[in-house]
């Protein structure tokens, strides 16, 4: 055998796998009783892994390696997994997929060829396929797995833009032809402007739809816009729909803004990468439900489905699209196969060339939760939320702004001056006594939140796509930030 630094001897391999997983599993038991933040900054984190040292010319031991790495992760990690974690939509990550993570890693599949991992692709086919039958979208539809939401919404607006405009696109580039158009409200997730600017549309043709009070986009106003546009010379090609907005989790008119891009062969693509798997639960709404009529979904699998990131989807109803959107036949590469049983090449189907088996971890998950268990937390989730949002109204310090699906927005609202609310000098106070209060608690490592800005007020937001987060986390969380504010307010 071939003396290389980078081989682990089978026995070597096994007591320092060993040990890791005894690690994990105690960090595991412990993860309530943690701060969920550390109270720490870039220097003495630097500090600590001797950030300015170069990489040493001598190797070191793995086992040695490991358990440091594994000291410096559990004493200096902001913890997603944690109870009390609600900032963001970052959610805790199923044991399960850290295993797969180790398997996958292992036999290490090059996922972008059908010949380089056989049952590799064929598992990232099966989940595609899960994922779409769990939120009710077209299970034939095609769909590729990618880093995260944003690849997963860019991937699909790349498809949407080379299908609808009038020129090829792939030859003449974006701006080869008409001049396109396209419509988000203005909640949209910062991918699309990113999306815009990356891909050579360019952010002047991004459209800011306005919203209703429900923080939806107004349908009215997007038909106005698409008529303006169209008048003005340029061609509308791709309106997004969120179903479930980072900031407060409202659902735009999915069956409305459908109609609309029919009319005009629009491009309808829903950003589902939060909120999609909550159209599988019973009450789910009629908006939601209707993201089965969209050309092409974004999903992320490290949201809602509990996966470890990172893990996105793009969902596209015809398979072809995708295809066409992303297909080059390189000389150096001959994994055409039999025509009558033809593989799937994913190196075709997104703008990845190597790519890791992501699906394993998607699929481990998927087959730990099943469809019931997934009802099941996701509804859990959304009743914590409502509960926490109940909780925050009858508190006489704070103020309950909006709920949707698990994201519950509120502030801390002095009882002094509860009745000046609305007031722009109050206001203004209102705004600067939160923002200090979420670093406050951010810094305090008892609970974990983040913020949304709602019609100009500060409010904190609570996310619970969490299957550890219970009824006394959400209490605590209240009790918390009523208890900082005032502690803010008072001192
Ligand atoms: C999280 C999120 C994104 C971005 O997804 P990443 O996985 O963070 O890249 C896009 N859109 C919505 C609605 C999201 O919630």
Redesign the pocket.
């Known amino acids: 055998m071939r003396n290389s630094s980078a081989e682990l001897a089978p026995d070597a391999f096994r007591a320092a796998g060993h040990q890791l997983v005894d690690r994990i599993a105690d960090f595991l038991a412990t993860l309530p009783t943690l701060p969920v933040a550390p109270s720490t900054t870039p220097q003495a984190v630097r500090e600590l892994i001797g950030a300015e040292a170069s990489l040493p010319s001598t190797g070191a031991d793995a086992g040695a390696i490991l358990a440091e790495a594994a000291e410096l992760y559990f004493k200096n990690s902001t913890f997603n997994g944690h109870p009390r974690f609600f900032g ?2 970052t959610s805790s990550a199923a044991p399960i997929g850290a295993l797969a993570d180790m398997l996958s890693s292992t036999v290490n599949a090059n996922c972008g060829a059908w010949a380089l991992s056989p049952v590799a692709t064929e598992m990232e086919r099966q989940v595609v396929r899960w994922i779409a039958e769990l939120i009710g979208y077209t299970p034939d539809a095609g769909g590729i797995l990618v ?7 860019m991937v699909a607006l790349m498809t949407g833009l080379r299908s609808v405009a009038g020129h090829d696109v792939r030859s003449l580039g974006i701006a080869g032809g008409e001049k396109l158009a396209v419509y988000a409200s203005s909640e ?2 910062t ?1 699309f402007q990113k999306g815009a600017d990356i891909c050579g549309l360019g952010t002047d043709a991004v459209r800011s739809v306005p919203i209703d009070d429900a923080l939806a986009m107004d349908v009215a106003a997007l038909e106005r816009q698409i008529r303006e546009d169209i008048d003005d010379g340029w061609t509308p090609a791709f309106v997004v729909g ?1 179903a ?3 900031s407060t989790g409202a659902i735009d008119p999915l069956r409305e803004i459908g109609a609309l891009c029919r009319e005009h062969g629009i491009w309808l693509h829903v ?5 999609a798997p909550a159209a599988m639960v019973a009450d789910a709404s009629e908006a939601l439900r209707a993201l089965s009529i969209a050309d092409s979904v ?1 999903v ?1 699998p ?2 809602w489905l509990y996966a470890p990131l ?1 893990a ?1 989807c793009t969902l596209v109803r015809d398979p072809e699209k995708l295809l066409n959107a992303f297909s080059f036949h390189p000389v150096y590469y001959r994994f055409g196969g039999d025509a009558e049983d033809p593989p799937t090449n994913y190196y075709e189907w997104g703008p990845q060339n190597s790519r890791g088996n992501r699906a394993l971890k998607v699929w481990a998950t998927m087959r730990q939760c099943g469809r019931d268990g997934y009802m099941r937390m996701i509804s859990e989730d959304i009743e914590l939320s409502r509960a926490m949002h109940r909780l925050a109204a009858d508190h006489d310090e704070l103020e309950a702004l909006t709920q949707s699906l698990s994201i519950t927005t509120f502030r801390y609202v002095p009882r002094e001056l509860r009745a000046g609310v609305g007031a722009p000098d109050v206001e203004k106070y209102l705004n600067d006594l939160n923002s200090r209060l979420l670093e406050r608690l951010q810094a305090g490592g008892e609970v974990y939140l983040s913020n949304a800005v709602i019609g100009g007020r500060f409010a904190l937001r609570a996310c619970i796509v969490n299957f550890r987060t219970t009824m006394a986390d959400a209490e605590a969380l209240i009790a918390a930030a009523a208890r900082e504010g005032r502690a803010l307010y008072t001192r």
């Open positions: 963001y939509i880093s995260g939401g944003n690849m997963a919404n949209v997730h991918w969120t479930g907005t980072v950003d589902g990468a939060y909120g974004a992320d490290h949201k990172e996105g």
